[in-house]
């Protein structure tokens, strides 16, 4: 199967590729799996005072698109706020990286990951 | 002959995750032996067409009911439940937060003293949570507690990956 020129490129050169440190009260960090496939994702963000998203970091063991799904999202969620965050789609992630449909549920993990995250966050706070 | 009937009815086997490998040699050399398709060279087109369907069923069953994680994703399947063709499934964190490290641990093997000894033992580690999940599988499934067997199930595909990927840096280090 051809992968997308910009699915190579996330996954040749992958973006925010890394870890924060989950303790600290400002990360939420959202952790996230496909059995049928056994790829595993880690997604964290790093939210400000304001509730704006400063950084993100991910790390995931999957194929290509599901590389370049979280690598992507980690891009875009830099400057969001955690509801614009949580309203990402994976169908957005699907057609910026043109991902064929045995690869649509790559981009499914990704958004779950960034949901996983944000809940992760607010749980924190709450406490 | 029947191909509606399960892989287990098929080759003449209880349903179980518990099986008698060399049982289930012996039973599919017979089943070859009077179903291959030579011996009904003589009879009609009809009866040579069901010969080649019992044949390729023969050989898909005795593929699934070798393998362990087949095995126990078919005997999911004769309850209906189908794991593997599941997308994004709520996994227990503490689990997926292992598989990361397990991961991590081996994207670093290259880097170590002895990278075969490192490789070897992550490889035993990860072979002894497995067969402690097949055997939590086979409880869980004869007692009909089919929650938990599907997430055991789940658990195994993530290791069974493992497995995969290790044996993979393997050759590449061999190489």
């Known amino acids: 199967m051809a992968y997308s020129e910009k699915v190579i490129d996330h996954y040749e050169n992958p973006r925010n590729v890394g870890k924060m440190n989950d303790k600290d009260e400002n990360v939420g960090t959202g952790m996230v799996g496909a059995p049928a496939c056994g790829d595993v994702m880690r997604l964290q963000i790093k939210v400000s005072d304001k509730g704006i998203i400063e950084d993100a970091k991910f790390k995931t063991y999957g194929c290509g698109s599901a590389i370049a799904s979280s690598s992507l999202i980690t891009e875009w969620v830099k400057g969001m706020s955690l509801d614009e965050a949580s309203e990402l789609k994976n169908t957005t992630i699907a057609e910026e990286l043109a991902l064929p449909p045995v690869k649509i549920h790559c981009s499914v993990l990704a958004e779950d990951a960034i949901k996983a995250a944000v809940a992760d966050y607010k749980e924190k706070q709450d406490k | ?175």
């Not at chain 2, 997308?87 to 997926?96: K, V």
């Not at chain 2, 598989?99 to 003293?113: A, F, S």
Request: glycine residues 2%; contains cysteine.
């Open chain 2, 1 to 175: 002959m029947d191909i509606n009937k399960n892989f287990f009815e098929f080759i003449g086997l209880p349903i179980s995750f518990y099986i008698d490998q060399s049982e289930l040699a012996d039973r599919s050399l017979d089943l070859q032996k009077t179903l291959h398709p030579d011996r009904y060279a003589h009879l009609s087109e009809r009866e040579q067409r069901l010969s080649v369907q019992y044949m390729s069923y023969l050989n898909e069953g005795v593929a699934t009911l070798r393998s362990p994680l087949l095995r126990a994703q078919y005997l999911l399947l004769l309850q209906g439940i189908d794991t593997t063709s599941e997308s994004s499934t709520p996994i227990d964190p503490m689990f997926l937060m292992q598989q990361m490290e397990l991961r991590e641990c081996l994207e670093e093997v290259p880097d170590q003293d002895d990278p075969f000894e490192a490789l070897e033992s992550l490889l035993a580690e990860v072979m002894s949570m497995l067969e402690a999940l097949r055997n939590k599988f086979a409880q869980d499934y004869q007692s009909e507690a089919f929650a938990a067997a599907t997430e055991t199930v789940r658990k195994m595909q993530f290791l069974e990956k493992l497995v995969v990927e290790i044996e993979r840096l393997e050759d590449k280090l061999d190489g």
